[in-house]
C-alpha cells in the first residue's frame, strides 16, 4: 500500500488549489479526478456556460439595434459550432495550464479514476490502494434525473453544452436557475423555447417580486411558461418529445432539458466501507472548519452542502488550508452568502431575502430603486429589474441586497463589502459615487428607508 501525506478526491474549485498549497509545502500528494481536470465550473459550470451568455448577448444587442439609432441591414443568426468551438477552447487551455502543473510537480501523483473507500484511511484507485493522514474529498455533484426520464432522449446542463445543431423547440423542466439562464440563450440563439415549472413561480427560493420582474422580461423575450405542472407524463415518439402536463395539457419538443436540480456525487465513494456520516440527501456532513465526524477527513464544495457555488467551494479551501497550516480562524458560518442568476439582466443577491428577513422577526428597513429610475440604465436602454437594500432597523447595518438589473451581478459586491465590514448602511450612503453609473443610485436609494410590510 503506498503511503501519502494527503490525498485529495476531485479537482473542483476547492480541491485543486488545495493540491496545489500542500505540495508547494513539501507534502506528498495524490491527486485524483475521475472526468476532467479543473471539475464543474470549468468544464461544464461557470465558463461554458458565460461563453454561451455573451453569445446570446451579441445576438440581443443586433436585435435592439435599431431602438439605440443603430441601422442594421444584413442578416444575422446563431452558429451553434463555432459558439461551441469558443467555448471549447477557453476551457482546454485552463485544463491545460491545470495538468501542466499537476504533472511538472514533483510532490504531486495524478491519478485518473474513480476513487473508493476502503476504510476511513485508505482509498481504492483503479485497483490500488492508498492511504495518507489527511484526505480532502470535493467530488461536486451531478445533474438529478428523475426516474421516469431515464429512458427518454433527454439534455442535462453539461450535454446541452455539445449540440452543434440549434434546437427547433427546447422544452426545459424546471424553471430555476439553470433553467432560466439556458432557456434565455437558446431562445435568442432562435430556437422556441418553453420552460415547464411544477411551481406556480419560477425561482421560488427569490423573493415573489424578483420572480415577478425576471419572468416578465424573459416573457417580452418569447419564452413560454406553464406553472403548476404538479404532473408531468414524458413520452418520445419519431424524434420528439411530448410532456403529457396534469393528464390534460401537452407539450411537444424537439429536445428536452431537465433542469430539476443537482445531486452530491458522494455516492460513488463507497463510503459505506467507512464512519464518514452523511445526511439523508447524501451531503457529506461537515462543521464549521469543513471537517467530517472522522479525524483528518474533510469535505468541501458541493458535496457538503453548505454551498452550491464556484466561491463558496473555493471558500471551503482557504477555510480547510487555513485549519491545517494557519490559524484555524476561518469558518464556513462567517461567510455572507451571495450568489448571481446570470440571464440577462443579470441578478445579483446577497445576505438574506425580505421573507428571509421577515420570518425572523428582522425590524426591516428597505431602500429601493427602480432601474427605469436611473439614468444610466435608460441611457443603455436597459431598464429591466429593481436595486433593494434591506437594513435592520434596530443595528442599522445591512442584512441582504438584490441588484436585477443592467451590471447587477457586479455592482452587489459593493454592498457586501459593507456588509462584510460590519459597518451600517450610512456608510454607503453618505459615500460619493462615481457618475454617470447604474451604482451611485445605492446611496440615494439608502435616503429614504421604508419598512416592509
Same mark, same amino acid.
Given at each position: ?7 485529495? &478526491? ?48 451579441? =445576438? ?6 435599431? $431602438? ?10 446563431? /452558429?451553434? *459550432? ?11 487551455? +485552463?485544463?491545460?495550464?491545470?495538468? +501542466?502543473?499537476? !504533472?511538472? %510537480?514533483?510532490?504531486?501523483? #495524478? #491519478? ?6 476502503? /476504510? ?17 474529498? /470535493? ?11 431515464? !429512458? ?18 427546447? @422544452? ?48 417580452? !423575450? ?9 404532473? &408531468? ?45 452523511? +445526511? ?30 464556484? %466561491? ?33 439582466? *443579470? ?15 428582522? /425590524? ?22 429593481? =436595486? ?23 455592482? @452587489? ?6 456588509? #462584510?465590514?460590519?459597518?451600517? #448602511? ?12 447604474? $451604482? ?14
Amino acid at each position: 500500500m503506498k503511503q501519502f501525506d494527503s490525498i485529495i &478526491i476531485g479537482s473542483g474549485q476547492a480541491g485543486t488549489p488545495l493540491v496545489f498549497s500542500m505540495a508547494s509545502k513539501g507534502q506528498k500528494v495524490a491527486f485524483i479526478e475521475k472526468e476532467h481536470l479543473g471539475g464543474t465550473c470549468l468544464n461544464i459550470g461557470c465558463t461554458p456556460t458565460k461563453t454561451y451568455v455573451a453569445s446570446a448577448r451579441r =445576438m440581443w444587442d443586433i436585435s435592439q439595434s435599431e $431602438s439605440l439609432g443603430v441601422d442594421f441591414l444584413g442578416s444575422f443568426k446563431s /452558429n451553434m *459550432p463555432k459558439i461551441k468551438a469558443r467555448k471549447d477552447a477557453l476551457i482546454a487551455k +485552463s485544463v491545460k495550464g491545470i495538468t +501542466s502543473g499537476v !504533472e511538472n %510537480h514533483k510532490n504531486i501523483t #495524478y #491519478y485518473k479514476g474513480e476513487a473508493h473507500f476502503i /476504510n476511513d484511511t485508505t482509498v481504492s484507485i483503479n485497483g490500488e490502494e492508498i492511504t495518507a493522514p489527511t484526505i480532502a474529498i /470535493n467530488v461536486g455533484g451531478r445533474p438529478f434525473v428523475p426516474s421516469e426520464y431515464k !429512458e427518454i432522449p433527454h439534455l442535462t446542463n453539461q450535454s446541452v453544452l455539445e449540440l452543434i445543431e440549434l434546437p427547433k423547440h427546447l @422544452v426545459i423542466v424546471g424553471g430555476s436557475y439553470i433553467g432560466l439562464e439556458f432557456g434565455q440563450i437558446f431562445k435568442r440563439f432562435g430556437s422556441e423555447v418553453t420552460i415547464i415549472e411544477r411551481g406556480d413561480r419560477i425561482i421560488k427560493r427569490e423573493d415573489q417580486e424578483v420572480s415577478d420582474s425576471i419572468h416578465t422580461f424573459l416573457k417580452e !423575450e418569447g419564452i413560454n411558461f406553464v406553472f403548476n405542472a404538479k404532473k &408531468i407524463t414524458p413520452s418520445y415518439q419519431d424524434d420528439e418529445v411530448t410532456l403529457t402536463i396534469n393528464d390534460t395539457t401537452t407539450v411537444k419538443g424537439s429536445h428536452l432539458l431537465l433542469a430539476i436540480g443537482r445531486v452530491p456525487n458522494t455516492d460513488t465513494l463507497q463510503l459505506e466501507n467507512t464512519t464518514i456520516q452523511t +445526511s439523508s440527501r447524501g451531503f457529506i456532513e461537515v462543521d464549521d472548519y469543513c471537517r467530517t465526524n472522522v479525524e483528518g477527513v474533510f469535505a468541501m464544495g458541493d458535496c457538503n452542502g453548505k454551498g452550491a457555488f464556484t %466561491h463558496t467551494a473555493y471558500n471551503d479551501f482557504q477555510i480547510v488550508e487555513d485549519y491545517i497550516f494557519g490559524s484555524k480562524s476561518r469558518k464556513v458560518s462567517d461567510r455572507i452568502m451571495t450568489y448571481g442568476l446570470f440571464v440577462d439582466p *443579470p441578478l445579483g443577491r446577497c445576505g438574506m431575502t425580505k421573507t428571509e428577513a421577515k420570518e425572523k422577526g428582522i /425590524n426591516v428597513l428597505e431602500g429601493r430603486r427602480e432601474m427605469s429610475r436611473i439614468a444610466r440604465a435608460k441611457e443603455k436602454g436597459e431598464t429591466h429589474g429593481f =436595486m433593494s437594500i434591506l437594513v435592520d432597523g434596530d443595528t442599522q447595518k445591512i442584512i441582504g441586497a438584490c441588484v436585477l438589473g443592467t451590471g447587477g451581478d457586479e455592482i @452587489v459586491t459593493s454592498v457586501l463589502n459593507v456588509m #462584510y465590514a460590519g459597518k451600517t #448602511y450610512d456608510l454607503i450612503k453618505d459615500s460619493v459615487v462615481l457618475h454617470p453609473t447604474v $451604482s451611485e443610485l445605492i446611496p440615494t436609494s439608502l435616503e429614504k428607508l421604508k419598512p416592509v410590510e
